[in-house]
């Protein structure tokens, strides 16, 4: 798009692009698009087995060690959020992965499944 100055250009923070960075190269070049489209936080890609243990401990996961596409080298599947991070809005979550990341996957032939849908 056109720049304008004084214009936010979203990126990824740095904490955003190291997770990112874990992920497979397709996901890693569908959400490199969907950074430059709008703001969005990765909150977690690849999970080790204490990672991974820990998040069904603390009922973030329903997969233990081995059950989940997070425990993939490089992982396939990733955490991602509409920034700010509004929990008890959904809103922005379903527009995020309706309105731009399943379409652009879609445009640029990636296979996509979001977690909303299940």
Not at 24 to 42: G, N, Q, Y
Not at 93 to 116: D, H, Q, T
Request: glycine share 6%.
């Amino acid at each position: 798009g056109l720049f304008i100055w004084g214009e936010h250009m979203p990126e990824l923070d740095k904490a955003s692009a190291t997770r990112l960075a874990k992920a497979h190269p397709l996901l890693r070049k569908l959400f490199s698009e969907v950074a430059k489209r709008t703001d969005i936080v990765i909150l977690d890609s690849q999970r080790g087995h204490a990672a991974q243990e820990l998040a069904y401990r603390t009922k973030r996961s329903k997969a233990r060690f081995g059950q989940s596409a997070h425990n993939w080298s490089p992982a396939i599947a990733l955490d991602v959020c509409p920034k700010p991070i509004d929990w008890k809005n959904t809103r922005p979550f379903v527009k995020l992965a309706r309105e731009i990341v399943l379409p652009l996957a879609k445009e640029m032939n990636i296979p996509l499944r979001w977690g909303g849908d299940w």
